[in-house]
């Protein structure tokens, strides 16, 4: 895959799901590129894949929580979303989109879901079971409804062993996705 013809601000959220090692790839991948990325990490992500991990890729300080002020006395959910072109969501597990479509603020990807005027990409990542339930089905028609741009997720081999829908799209897939959407948004 190409570069983008221009380097573009990307914060990247990051969810509490397994899928989250992919994300690490999609960053390194991003910044290799050429563009600058912030990373905020939902409550639980560094469960999964630590802060430091997205800090070494991007050299920048990841975003961990609400009320976190940078070394210059900013507020980086604020400063990351005014500068950013593009905010991708990813993995997007069924609570963190649940939080997303009911305005909450109450950890640091919500909190610059609220800031952000770039345009939103999700990408889904949970159990079949989940993803076709009303409710998370309700909740992604709510962010759709208010612009966000839902990318997967597609069936694959699942953390619980057996292959169904609910797997998160590829890294190459979100990168392809960012790289159409930068490109849309250029004049």
Not at 52 to 58: H, I, M, P, Q
Not at 61 to 73: K, L, M, Y
Not at 117 to 135: F, G, H, V
Not at 138 to 165: F, M, T
């Amino acid at each position: 895959m190409s570069p983008a013809p221009q380097s573009a601000r990307i914060l990247i959220g990051v969810g509490a799901g397994i899928a989250a090692y992919k994300v690490a790839f999609v960053v390194s991948r991003l910044v290799q590129r050429g563009h600058p990325v912030r990373v905020a990490l939902s409550t639980w992500a560094h469960e999964f894949v630590g802060a430091r991990t997205f800090e070494g890729l991007c050299g920048a300080t990841a975003i961990r929580t609400p009320t976190q002020i940078d070394p210059d006395g900013s507020a980086p959910h604020i400063v990351a979303t005014r500068s950013a072109a593009l905010f991708v969501v990813a993995p997007a597990t069924a609570d963190l989109i649940a939080r997303l479509a009911t305005g909450a603020a109450d950890d640091a990807v919500c909190l610059a879901a609220l800031a952000c005027t770039a345009p939103r990409l999700l990408c889904p990542a949970m159990n079949d079971a989940m993803w076709q339930s009303a409710a998370v089905q309700d909740n992604v028609a709510r962010l759709i409804a208010r612009g966000w741009r839902v990318l997967g997720p597609v069936v694959g081999h699942l953390a619980e062993g057996y292959d169904a829908i609910g797997r998160m799209v590829e890294p190459e897939a979100i990168l392809a996705e960012i790289d159409r959407l930068l490109a849309a948004g250029r004049p």
